[in-house]
């Protein structure tokens, strides 16, 4: 088979190469991967900034979906044909998370998914919404799974106000999941452009953060002094004491991304005095997916990225470091 892989650290060190056949074993299903989405993750991992004593070489990328087309002895949850995603860790089946858990993430622990079959073991996949292709099912197990998580750890309802920052994958999904749940949604990005496309999909308000740097108080100014109930940060320590400063009193900080350095120290009397949350979010578990595929599928919610073919892999990551994508970018494989 063939897959993309990485010998050393760095873009370009990726390679097309051919790999020995698949075959599963005992309670294993082998699966013809249709489609592969890229996560900010996959090219910190390729450049070495995720982990660089990462055990190479080395197939990137966590998230992908794709046909059954084998099942190894003794399988019983699924038949051929079946159509799937793998969840991020494998070993994260349900419950809370735990160190044990967190082992066996695609794209890091183990080989992950830009390649044309995978071995996993049973208890490893998800169905995928009937209503969607393989190309859009191949962006819900990180960034979907991961924004889901964030609004329930902000416990939004009908009326709540979220605030995203940028127009990436995690941001655009919690967008869709929040306007699902009633909630207004107000964000940031560099882009007057992406904000507008933004608005066409359900944001409430944007501003562009290079404008207005202090967008904490353009917030304030959107929910009448109040604050959001949750603001869903991607940026990192460097968003993090302007995320606070945006929030309500007993509000949400779902933390996620780590994508700037820090810019000031982060105000330690903030968090107590407004009682703030800061909530850390690491995808989720098999079971988290399901119960988020459940709602995609009764709402018809679409997933919204560009579509490239896999053979523009290294292309594809080069467009994920300038960051001028909207919603996800995913790779379809033959």
Known sequence: MRAWEFSSFGIDSLELVERPAL???????LVAVRAV?????DLLMVKGLYNPRMALPRIPCSDGSGEVV???????????????AGIFMQNWLDGPITRARTKCALGGDVDGTLCEFMVFRETGLVE??????????????????TAWNALAAGDIKPGSTVLIQGTGGVSIFALQFARLRGARVIGISSSYE??????????????????VPQWDRWAMEETGGEGVDLVVEVGGSGTLPISLSALRFGGTVAQIGV???????????????????????????RQDFIEMNRAIELSQLRPIGE?????????????????????KLVLTVN
């Open 128 to 145: 995928i919404p009937d209503h969607l292709s393989y190309q859009e099912a191949a962006t819900l197990p990180c960034a979907a799974v």
């Open 194 to 211: 992406k904000l507008e496309r933004a608005q066409a999909i359900g944001l409430d308000a944007g501003v562009n953060y290079r404008d």
């Open 307 to 327: 579509e490239f073919h896999w053979t523009q892999a290294r292309e594809v990551m080069e467009k994920m470091e300038e960051g001028g994508h909207f919603g």
């Open 23 to 29: 075959v599963p074993g005992p309670g294993e299903v």
């Open 37 to 41: 989405s890229l996560n900010f993750r």
């Open 70 to 84: 084998e099942l190894g002895p003794g399988v019983t949850r699924w038949k051929r044909g079946d159509r799937v």
């Open 259 to 285: 994508l700037s350095g820090a810019a000031e120290p982060l105000e330690i009397p903030m968090v107590l005095h407004k009682m703030a949350r800061i909530h850390g979010i690491f995808v989720g578990s």
